[in-house]
């Protein structure tokens, strides 16, 4: 531990090792282990640090366990043992809360003004005119979880409750021993009596652990078992279940925001004289507070807060639905004081919720250029993140059936950020009794043609290529695409109506439409189709790469289609090279290779690129591996490593000036490997390929022009 972090627990909880254990006193004996387990508790849970691996934990762990079954005298209300839950109780038992768990007044105003409403509310409470400086405020998360009261006498935790009506809650002690980050004893110098209140929540990487593992009780047909809506639902199921050995296997984590009832140490009353500092006395007595707590002053810093907060909400491992501001200023907060059950010193100023319920009114499949068959769930509209969302992709038949995602049902919907909404999960006990389990069709919804799944493949695809319509569609537009042969003006509502009245079937018909039915067209005015016709003439000069991947060839990209070209040289030879002679080319592999000798195998294929050819597409054509006056063209090699000579980057351009091409990984395919000073892994591939390894003379060599 540096000497600037305070340390936390006192002498009593620094870690000391097992070795300097009293080994014939077993109370001595548990009092250091869980003195270890407390300090590595710590460490491991609230600082985020962990000291050593979970296995030496687990062991300390056991240690502890044996000794307290051997001596149960010696069994403490504190022990980490009693963290694992087990208890199963009938009810809980009702907590009269000294001193009662307020709620805080909404602001319903989502925007930056309601933000100036409170300020402009709280100074007028404070009798501030304009001269006065601005009031000094707390920036809080609003954590979407469940409030908590934690109670501790004489250090221990004694008491954990829920807020019920906020006079009364219930006693759900055993089940909040077991989150990890509330400390189960406080530093000896903490005062005699503490209520610390706060939030518990689950985390959403949790929540889709602990939701996976429900599916799969329930898949497996276990009893009783059921997902969660959300994590706040996670979270409450948790905290109110009677068998605290299911309540530990339920993750929950906690912040600390406020106080309750307080009886200050002997030493004096509380060191404190604002919120904010109340808080950093939380932290060091190791409770969780989150990092984003912020002092801001002033209208200005609260709008700030609130947008800061905005941008970092998705990037949060957990959901929070809005930020709260507090009064800083304890004696402010005393003279502003309380409307019914809200204090007037605090405010929850919310954002748009990230996550609605709807429900399910068809599951529709959509084909991709490629074939690719995509359920899509059709929603009925429903505003979440800021948008109205109708559809949320469902992926494919194993993804719609792992979530069981069914026409008809209730489900949760998530937009966060710019992510394409998804839906989270069913409501299960809204579904209607007759929803149908949703299974892939056998055929194209679009052509009719036969629907496969590869082995091994998640998706469905139709069998049709470019006798579907669907496909058709696509191919036109990814044809007509900037970086395929790049044709201005053919969008997608055109690109449909041509398909649609058969004036387009295939990729070269596009070279045959006419000005009068083009302006003919809806929404096309004589002058669009003018420029059309024009952009489609110029598009016919084009080069051997742009062509190729503009065919739509799957798995061929823009990368591989430029390499495809510069191999081969010309069209006819990449069309009836075999796939042997087609993995020779850097970049392609042997599912690249199958996929264009099946796609040019088929003769429908063929005749497009006839029919395209024939309607004027040309390019230059050169040789295939055209021997040029470039001393290295062909020559594969990879870097590696420091060089003496020259930085790697202009070894790469010399090397490229030359015709050598450059790649970034090692391959049966690599001619040279320059292997300079701490080469790792590309070194030892090369050697075990037995491909050539040159260092710097070698290097300067082949720069030369010369082939070591
Ligand atoms: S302060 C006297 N601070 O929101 C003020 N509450 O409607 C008491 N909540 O019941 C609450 N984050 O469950 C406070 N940073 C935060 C909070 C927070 C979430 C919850 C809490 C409370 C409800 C208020």
Known sequence: MSPNTPDLFGDAFAASSTASTPVNNPASQAQALRQQLHHHAHAYYTRDAPEIPDAEYDRL?????????????????????????????????????RVPMLSIRTETDTEPSGAEAFDARIRKELGLNESDPAVDYVGELKFDGLAMSLRYEGGLLVQAATRGDGETGEDVTTNIRTIGQIPLRLPTHAPSVLEVRGEVYMRRDDFETLNERQRQRIAAGTKGEKTFVNPRNAAAGAVRQLDSGI??????????????????????????????????????????????????????????????????????????????????????????????????????????????????????????????????????????????????????????????????????????????????????????????????????????????RDDGEADHRCTGGLFCSAQRKQAIWHFAHRRAMDVDGLGDKLVDQLVDTAQVNTLADLYHLKLDRLSNMDRMAEKSAVNLLEALEKSKSTTLGRFLFSLGIRHVGEATAKELAWHFGQLDAIMVASEDALLQVADVGPVVAHSLRTFFDQPHNREVVLALRDAGVTWPEGDALAPTEMPLAGITVVLTGTLQSMGRDEAKEKLEALGAKVAGSVSKKTHYVVAGAESGSKLDKAQALGVPVLDDTGLTLLLSGQKP
């Open 61 to 97: 762990f056991r240690e502890l366990q044996t000794l307290e079954r051997a001596h149960p005298e010696l069994l403490t209300s504190d022990s980490p043992t009693q963290r694992v839950g087990g208890q199963v109780l009938d009810g809980f038992a009702q907590v009269t809360h």
């Open 247 to 452: 309540a530990a296997e339920r993750p929950l984590s906690f912040f600390a925001y406020g106080l309750g009832d307080i009886t200050p140490a002997a030493e004096g009353g509380p060191q404190w004289q604002t919120h904010f500092d109340m808080l950093m006395q939380l932290k060091a007595w190791g409770f969780p507070v989150a990092e984003q707590t912020a002092g801001v002053q002033g209208a200005a810093g609260l709008v700030a807060f609130h947008q800061r907060m905005a941008a970092e909400r998705d990037a949060l491992p957990y959901d929070i639905d809005g930020v709260v501001y507090k009064v800083n200023g304890l004696a402010q907060q005393l003279q502003l004081g309380f409307v019914t059950r809200e204090p007037r010193w605090a405010v929850a100023h919310k954002y748009p919720a990230q996550e609605e319920m709807t429900t399910v009114l068809a599951i529709d499949v959509q084909v991709g250029r490629t074939g690719k068959l995509t359920p899509v769930a059709k929603l009925a509209p429903v505003f979440v993140g800021g948008v109205t969302v109708t559809n949320a992709t469902l992926h494919n038949e194993l993804e719609a059936r792992r979530k069981d995602v069914r026409v008809g049902d209730t489900v949760i919907v998530r937009r966060a950020g710019d992510v394409i909404p998804e839906v989270v999960s069913v409501v299960l006990d809204r579904r209607p009794f007759d929803a149908p389990q949703f299974t892939m069709m056998s055929h194209c919804p679009v052509c009719g043609s036969l629907a496969e």
